[in-house]
């Protein structure tokens, strides 16, 4: 099975961080798209969405974003729109999301990567904020 993992990341967010972290913790090195730098194209962002499962609404991000300026909050506007917002502001796209062999995933919690990792994690690995999330022997801790 191919290690070709595509991570659209946000260098700024904590979340995003530590799931590339984990993401290299298991000896893969991602791509790392900084998509705030260079967006996904409206036709791979309905891709995106499509593949991860997810609704346009569900990949909207409301926090630190135009969000309400942009009235997105009105649960009535239709898919079409929001991919358009999103588009246009790409901050609204939430993150990290991650494609690999094994699908595509909005990873948050940042330990969601774990299921789309082929390869097992090789060390301890603690996020940021200090949680321990695998042990020493590479084991997920519950």
Do not use: W
Request: glycine share 6%; with cysteine; net charge negative.
């Amino acid at each position: 099975m191919s290690t070709d993992i595509i991570i659209y990341h946000n260098p700024e967010c904590g979340t995003s961080r530590n799931a590339l972290a984990m993401i290299r913790n298991a000896g893969i090195e991602p791509h790392v798209v900084e998509y705030l730098k260079t967006p996904p194209a409206r036709p791979l962002l309905v891709a995106l969405i499509v593949r991860a499962g997810l609704t346009p609404r569900q990949l909207l991000r409301e926090k630190g974003t135009p969000y309400e300026a942009l009235g997105l909050a009105d649960a009535t506007l239709p898919d079409d729109l929001l991919i358009d917002a999103m588009v246009a502001h790409p901050i609204l796209i939430n993150r990290p999301l991650v494609v690999s062999p094994l699908g595509v995933k909005l990873c948050r919690p940042s330990e969601a990567v774990l299921d789309l990792l082929p390869s097992a994690q090789r060390g301890a690995f603690a996020k940021e904020d200090g949680e321990q999330v695998i042990d020493a022997s590479g084991a997920r801790v519950s």
